[in-house]
Nanobody, 126 residues
Framework: QVHLVESGGGSVQAGGSLRLSCVPS????????MGWFRQAPGEEREGVAT???????LVADSVKGRFTISQDNANKTLYLQMSSLKPEDTAMYYC????????????????????WGQGTQVTVSS
């Protein structure tokens, strides 16, 4: 069963912006945190940003100041606003949801998440 559906990826030139969206199923409403991860070819999947149900956020140092995570409280859609994009931001971006771990220490770790979307590709050209 598909619980998370991402959209919004695409191709953009360096310096441009994109906004990713992740629509969760109602089952995901019981999760305590959601996040965005990315994986470039040949690389490990890495945490980009995560948000607790109460609105607190963590953002990876590599994207801090350029990426913003947010959520629509009405329908729980998760967003990732990406600005000042760089070629090194090129990757498949995944939405994920989880619960039951220390979010402050593990919120950007893949092992903290039980549910994953299919991913949306972001390509940044120089």
């Amino acid at each position: 069963q598909v619980h998370l559906v991402e959209s919004g990826g695409g191709s953009v030139q360096a310096g441009g912006s994109l906004r990713l969206s992740c629509v969760p199923s109602e089952y995901i409403y019981s999760m305590t945190f959601m996040g965005w991860f990315r994986q470039a070819p040949g690389e490990e999947r890495e945490g980009v940003a995560t948000m607790l149900a109460d609105g607190r956020t963590l953002v990876a140092d590599s994207v801090k100041g350029r990426f913003t995570i947010s959520q629509d409280n009405a329908n729980k859609t998760l967003y990732l606003q990406m600005s000042s994009l760089k070629p090194e931001d090129t990757a498949m971006y995944y939405c994920a949801a989880g619960r039951g771990v220390n979010w402050f220490s593990s919120g950007l770790k893949t092992g903290s998440y039980a549910y994953w979307g299919q991913g949306t590709q972001v390509t940044v050209s120089s």
